[in-house]
């Protein structure tokens, strides 16, 4: 039957190509969705637990937003008191509180920003992938600098160079070179703390204080309590996480009931075919009773016809999936907010078994009204015809 | 006597020995070759050509692979290449379909930061136009390398010229003199690039620069 069923769906190619092809669009649109909400997830907590910390003291106004630019290397307009930190490190449930200044210095002209950090060696607690690829691996005084490996791929610059900032007239002198990281510390200059404060004329000013806490089950009592601290509001990154997953999660369902529309379609391509087919092949089917076929072998055909069909157009919509995810993927995070840097599209089995199931009852659905119309085929008709 | 002369005939025989044993290189590079750069992208192209080619109406692209010419560039750049010098990035300048010269650009160790170049050159060989389109020195070398004349002193330049800094290219002051060397081994490297490249744009009859 399976055989019979493929020969009368090629007898047909271009109408069958097409209803394939109509639902692997809808398919491979739903299957790079899916994979795309879990692995922004998968990917936001794993940038979330390496950043090592459990909430940040941030300047007052948007808490998401700060906090977001914060870790993504961004300059904020407002900035923090320096007091904020001495604060934050009093704490008793506080194990480390880092103080970070940053700035970024735009050069429109030269087609590019110099971004710069400011920050001291409590820091290197929070940042477990920092590894000095060269150099003394910590800032040897004042007017040192330690360079992301992109930053001192494009300055050309090694342990041991000169390095200077024409727009806060600093010379320094390169301390390090970070090994690559994949986060936004590869193309950063940093600096002691006290230097970038000198530099951008921030004396006793912070952007941000990211914070490890002695047990993380202390994190509602001392946001309570830090939420105090004048100036500075407290952004926890499970906060940040769930506002990001939710804001995506909320795009997420209208593009899905978007993409359902398009299933619908394809089913309805699926659907027209099969009609088509049976009434080309009424003559046909009526031979078929007359030779012996029952109703039920009849609906088993046209079924399997359906199933053939739909089979291949979601086989063709994960291989597209696969094939044009890359794009998509790259084309979502310019607009996805704190966009990981890991690979966001993960096609997991859960999701494959997802549209599977989805190709199959789209396919049945499509197939039942074809099926039993065939299946009211009369052996006499056979003769009428005649 | 017969002892000497046997030992002597050893120390000749084992002198000979090692030479024909150690075959000369076909190149000794007589200096370090400079730290490799990453792409160094054109960045304002629209006002370079109004700057090098005022007739030019658009610019083409192309890549030209040297990995095949390795041993002639080491013989004319005096050093081994390095990575980024498998290939050259040419941007070809035209007036409609008449073709003026071409754009290079290239990034060099200055000593505070990388310095680009943009380097135009005419379809003699010659230098055209210089520009440094970035850096990041301080103000006293920056001045100096980015002054017109020091600047103009390259036009007219081959890759066959002499470039001696502070007899062919006038000299700077001290504390710029690191880049400025820099900067003349880039220029200098780009021509010699882009002559083994096309080697009949080096072969052309004398021209006067076209800028």
């Known amino acids: 039957m399976l055989l019979l069923a493929f020969r009368n769906l090629v007898r047909r190619p271009l109408r069958s190509a097409l209803a394939v092809s109509g639902l692997a669009s809808a398919v491979a649109v739903l299957a790079c969705l899916s994979a795309f909400g879990d692995g922004y997830r998968r990917a936001l907590s794993t940038e979330v637990d390496r950043m090592g910390l459990q909430m940040m003291l941030v300047p007052l106004g948007c808490p998401y937003d700060a906090a977001a630019r914060v870790l993504k290397g961004k300059t904020l307009d407002s900035s923090l008191p320096e007091s904020a930190l001495e604060e934050a490190r009093r704490d008793p449930a506080v194990a480390v509180a880092a103080p970070l200044l940053m700035a970024a210095l735009a050069r429109p002209n030269q087609g590019r920003a110099d971004m710069w950090v400011g920050l001291d060696k409590t820091a290197l607690a929070l940042k477990p992938w920092w590894r000095v690829e060269a150099g003394d691996g910590w800032f040897g005084d004042d007017n040192a600098v330690i360079l992301g490996c992109d930053a001192a791929e494009v300055e050309m610059r090694k342990p041991g160079d000169r390095f200077y900032s024409p727009e806060t007239g600093q010379e320094l002198r390169v301390a390090g070179v970070l090994e690559r ?33 002695r047990d993380p089950a202390l994190l509602r009592q001392a946001r309570d309590r830090l939420q105090g601290v004048s100036g500075a509001q407290v952004v926890t990154p499970t906060e940040m996480m769930g506002t990001f997953v939710n804001l995506v999660g909320a795009v997420r369902t209208l593009l899905l009931s978007i993409v359902l529309v398009a299933v619908t379609v394809g089913v309805l391509g699926v659907f027209n075919t099969l009609l088509a087919a049976v009434v080309e092949r009424a003559n046909e089917l009526s031979v078929m009773r007359a030779i012996g076929a029952s109703r039920s072998q009849i609906v088993g055909l046209i079924t399997t016809e359906a199933l053939l069909l739909t089979g291949a157009g979601t086989a063709a919509g994960i291989v597209l999936a696969v094939v044009v995810g890359q794009g998509v993927e790259s084309m979502v995070k310019q607009f996805v907010p704190l966009a990981p840097a890991e690979p966001l599209l993960s096609l997991t089995a859960a999701t494959l078994a997802q549209c599977v199931g989805l190709g199959a009852a789209a396919g049945v659905s499509a197939g039942l009204y074809p099926a039993w119309r065939a299946s009211r085929r009369q052996p006499a008709d056979a003769s009428k015809a005649e | 006597m017969g002892a000497g002369a046997l030992a002597l005939l050893v120390v000749v025989v084992a002198w000979r020995i090692r030479d024909w044993s150690s ?113 990041r020195e301080p103000e006293p070398i920056a001045t100096a390398l980015q002054s017109p004349d020091w600047l103009r002193s390259f036009e007219g330049q081959r890759s066959d010229s002499s470039w001696k800094l502070g007899r062919d290219i006038p000299d700077v002051v001290p504390e710029a003199r690191l880049s400025a060397a820099a900067i003349v081994d880039g220029v200098r490297s780009m021509l010699i690039l882009l002559a083994t490249s096309d080697p009949s744009a080096s072969q052309s009859p004398e021209a006067a620069p076209h800028h």
């Open chain 1, 181 to 213: 990281s994949g986060t936004s510390d590869d193309s950063m200059f940093f600096v002691p703390l006290r230097t970038a404060q000198r530099m951008f004329g921030q004396t006793n000013r912070l952007t941000a204080v990211a914070i490890r806490l």
């Open chain 2, 23 to 135: 075959p000369e290189p076909p190149f000794e590079p007589k200096t370090k070759p400079p730290q490799a750069a990453p792409l160094c992208p054109w960045r304002d192209p629209e006002n370079d050509l109004k700057r090098f080619f005022p007739n030019a109406t658009r610019y083409e692209p192309k890549t030209r692979i040297l990995s095949g010419q390795r041993l002639e560039l080491a013989e004319r750049l005096g050093r081994v290449p390095t990575g980024d010098e498998n290939a050259l990035h040419v941007y070809h300048c035209y007036e409609e379909q008449l073709p003026l010269g071409v754009v290079l650009t290239r990034r060099v160790k200055g000593d505070y930061g990388a310095i680009e170049l943009v380097l135009a050159v005419g379809p003699n060989g010659r230098v055209c136009g210089l520009r440094l389109q970035r850096l």
